[in-house]
């Protein structure tokens, strides 16, 4: 990925004189409003703001660069030429441009080799905008997602059959990464740019219907709109109430859970059988799923079903495995749902270690036959050589030290790698292979391998806690 240092001079409307836009439409106001109520972003910090030259990033620009001067905001635009198409080159030097003519600083690339498909780009484009946080010490970073792109996220996996987790949509904010314009619609956005006689740079691609969500932004949505008038606006309303439901699932679910557990060790779980049968299967079902997801795993619908079913006719004595490495057995009254390592490559007495929370902490891990020592702590400064250190908030806990699986990736600045051929790369020895130790968190994220690679994930916040991880070789067995 090659960094831009200059651009040639854009002409740019919608540039104020003193400060702010004159008779700035009501969606300034509102935006502001927005601002103050959610605290997305706060006067004093500095936001590395996506731009892509299309009318919704550059009127989130405007929109930020002409607040009210008590803001104090200190603004970076972000700008990744994915080089994916002719015309992206003279994109990114009209996006310089408009920096230059708002005296806004710019930071620009251009991906090299370009990503490959839509997903690559997007990884691409997130892995770019964490890595100039990272460099100017940012507080956020700011996308212009919008309502309209909230309803078709929405409607996509719906569409998709997805649970009330999904439903959730487009969070506002994940970490440092927020989506202050998310409140707002399209159309009232593209209003605003008009009325402040804003230009914009669109991306041809976007109007391509191979895309399935070109499609349903262009074809699904417009036709769903003209037979119930409102629809994009209730979609993205379903996402508000999805969030909201979560957040009380989540308080709800906490009690039954301690209710049900007997005993809970780093890699094990015993439950009363016959307390957890007394729930309802929906209930059931998501105190399990909690509870795996507790182990490092993330069942999928069908492994979830499988865990409900068994919990009510599994034989004393039997099991079941579902995917990610855990087994689930009945032992007369308890259900006992330990991880365990994927058959291929399994080796007796393997233990993986387990960070809970962001506290301090000490550990032993078992990889491949083979003892680590694991130490985290959690603060400011650096991790010890050899070490990693990441942000807590873009982290999901528990965290867990275990070894390498088929079809692990990694994250790096310029896209997704698969572990067997970063492996590869640095000449490792297939029989070493699985004696080493991959840090992942409940996501599945691999964040780390220790002495070979860390991923372009959860960079070290300087004014928030970090955690900070080492992890030495302890024998050889």
């Known amino acids: 990925m090659r960094r831009r240092e200059g651009a040639t001079d854009a002409t740019v409307e919608g540039r104020p004189d003193h400060g ?18 959610s605290r997305l972003i706060s006067p004093g910090q500095t936001v590395v703001v996506a731009v892509s030259g299309g009318v919704d990033s550059i009127t989130l620009l405007h929109l930020l660069r002409f607040l009210d001067p008590a803001w104090r905001l200190r603004l970076v635009v972000a700008h990744l030429d994915h080089a994916m198409r002719p015309g992206s080159a003279a994109d990114a030097e009209w996006v310089a441009g408009v920096c230059r003519a708002w005296g806004v600083q710019f930071e620009g690339a251009r991906a090299d080799p370009p990503p490959r498909g839509q997903a690559g780009a997007r990884e691409a484009r997130y892995a770019f905008l964490r890595e100039v946080r990272r460099r100017t010490g940012a507080d956020r970073i700011a996308t212009a997602h919008h309502a309209d792109d909230q309803a078709e996220t929405v409607l996509f996996r719906i569409a998709r059959g997805t649970g009330l987790e999904g439903l959730r949509g487009i969070p506002p904010r994940r970490g440092s990464l927020v989506r202050p314009l998310l409140p707002f619609r399209r159309a009232e956005i593209e209003a605003y740019a008009a009325a402040v006689g804003l230009r914009a740079r669109e991306d041809p691609t976007n109007l391509e219907l191979d895309y399935v969500r070109n499609r349903l932004r262009h074809e699904v949505l417009p036709r769903l709109e003209a037979i119930v008038p409102g629809a994009s606006a209730s979609l993205a309303r379903l996402a508000d109430e999805a969030r909201a439901a979560e957040r009380v699932w989540n308080a709800l679910l906490e009690p039954l859970e301690n209710a049900v557990v007997l005993a809970r060790s780093a890699d094990e779980i015993e439950l009363a059988r016959p307390v957890l049968l007394t729930y309802d299967p929906p209930i059931r079902a998501r105190v399990l799923r909690r509870l795996i997801r507790g182990l490092g795993v993330v069942p999928g619908r069908g492994g979830t079903r499988a865990a409900v079913e068994f919990t009510n006719s599994g034989v004393s004595g039997t099991g079941i495995r579902i995917a990610g490495g855990v087994r689930i057995e009945r032992d007369f009254d308890t259900i ?11 080796v007796d007495h393997d233990r993986p270690a387990v960070v809970a929370a962001p506290v301090p902490g000490r550990a032993e891990a078992v990889i491949g036959g083979r003892h680590y020592n694991v130490w985290w702590d959690v603060g400011p400064g650096a991790p010890p050589d050899g070490g990693a250190a990441f942000g807590i908030r873009e982290l999901d806990f528990p965290l867990v030290l275990r070894g390498w699986r088929d079809g692990d990736r990694i994250r790096m600045a310029y896209g997704t790698k698969k572990l067997k051929k970063l492996f590869g790369e640095r000449r490792l020895r297939r029989e070493e292979r699985h004696r080493v130790p991959v840090l992942v968190d409940a996501a599945g994220r691999v964040l780390w391998v220790p002495g070979i690679a860390r991923a372009a994930v959860a960079p070290p916040d300087p004014e928030q806690p970090n955690i900070l991880l080492a992890v030495t070789n302890a024998e050889h067995v």
Not at 20 to 37: G, I, K, Q, S, V
Not at 336 to 346: L, S
């Open 20 to 37: 702010r836009a004159p008779a700035a439409p009501e969606l300034a106001r509102r935006f502001e409003a927005h601002l103050r109520r």
């Open 336 to 346: 006992r749902i330990r991880r365990v390592p994927p058959e291929r490559c399994r």
